[in-house]
């Protein structure tokens, strides 16, 4: 005989955690099934003579990986990923390395690399390696960073480094990983002064890197970025034309026939209209099915999701799990907001898909992995009360 109180108890365990992640988890996975099978349509009548069922399969079975991810990391105790990742970290340099020179070309750069027939974005792993390495440093030594030579060692050069390796290719990721240090620098309550020098030195080196690639070449990344940023502020010769920026238009006419309340489920025009409506533009497609109600739910998630990591950085100030927690979540949160900015007009396109929404590969898997980590920290933490309890932890994760 089957208990079942005990499979019950069993299955209750796999949600242990916060449970409010878990509910944006489920919103979020339903979301994403029903948007991506709407905007797929195109693909679908594309690539496999209109088997729509098909590329909803494709999907799901991405999805379940991305679920598996999420699993799967919120069942490791928090404290061990200081180590897992560390070791992530050293192994990410060399493939962000092979990626910059021998990787397969996505979208006019090259991002990924194929490892037994499997291609994944190295920037993704990096991601995470790099939050997890600075979640760290940050928490174990925080005290020694008065002197910004001893800063710069070991935290702004291995920032640097990660970061430097994904700029060439994919710009708006590394902005956005960039952005991620700098607040949780700012959170480890590193000197201000400091943090404003590390900005200027790197910005610095961003504008000479960029103005001498496109001295050399205007056939390169570098080149794709001032023309989108030129296109987005109506200055390059083709936002002269009657064409304008095409996938904004497109973008803003999907909102914009929306409205308040959305055309329903599945009812949307635009996807056959709209270039990568299924990734990069499947906020627009929400927008338009589901309206401005829609569009604020999705929202919502994203935000709620940095509420409940910031509410552990106030339980357990300064510890690995909080620093852990709230740049994983910044970093997704940040990502899901340039996605939507992009949708409706505000940022130039970047090529940034919707976190856990968007069509994809293994970004759902690394995206999982990163929310799993949240919940298995909010597993951990949330008896953790005062900053005796906080600085006992830091010991446990460096024995």
Known sequence: MI????????????????????????????????????????VANRSYNGNNAFVLLRHASMLLLGLVGVFGASLINYKKYSRLLLLLFWIAIPLLVYTLFFGKNLNHAQRVI????????????????????????????????????????????PIVVIVGLIFPENFSTAAMLFATCIVMMFLS???????????????????????????????????????????????????????????????????????????????????????????????????EEYGLWGGVLVMLMYLILMYRATRIMIRAPQSFGAMLAVGLAFSLVMQALVNMGVAVGLFPVTGQPLPFVSMGGTSLLFTGISIGIIISVTKEIKNINNNEDSDSEITEVDS
Do not use: C
């Open 3 to 42: 208990d079942k109180e005990a499979v019950i108890e069993k299955v209750k365990g796999w949600f242990t955690g916060d449970k409010v992640i878990w509910v944006v988890v489920a919103i979020l996975t339903l979301v994403s099934l029903l948007a991506v099978y709407s905007a797929s349509e195109s």
């Open 114 to 157: 194929g490892i037994a027939g499997v291609t994944f974005q190295t920037s993704d792993l990096a991601k995470i390696a790099l939050i997890g390495f600075l979640a760290r440093v940050l928490t174990l030594r925080h005290d020694s960073f008065t002197d910004f030579k001893e800063l710069a060692i070991r935290v702004m050069l």
């Open 189 to 287: 309550k590193v000197k201000m002064k400091y943090i404003f020098e590390f900005v200027g030195i790197i910005v610095l080196a961003g504008g000479i890197f960029m103005l001498v690639s496109l001295a050399y070449s205007k056939d390169n990344r570098s080149a794709t970025w001032v023309y989108r940023i030129e296109r987005f502020f109506g200055s390059s010769d083709e936002e002269k034309n009657d064409d304008k920026d095409f996938q904004i238009t497109q973008s803003k006419i999907a909102i914009a026939s929306g409205g308040i309340l959305g055309k329903g489920s599945g009812k949307s025009t635009q996807r056959n209209v709209l270039p990568h409506p299924y990734s990069d533009f499947i906020y627009a497609i929400i927008l």
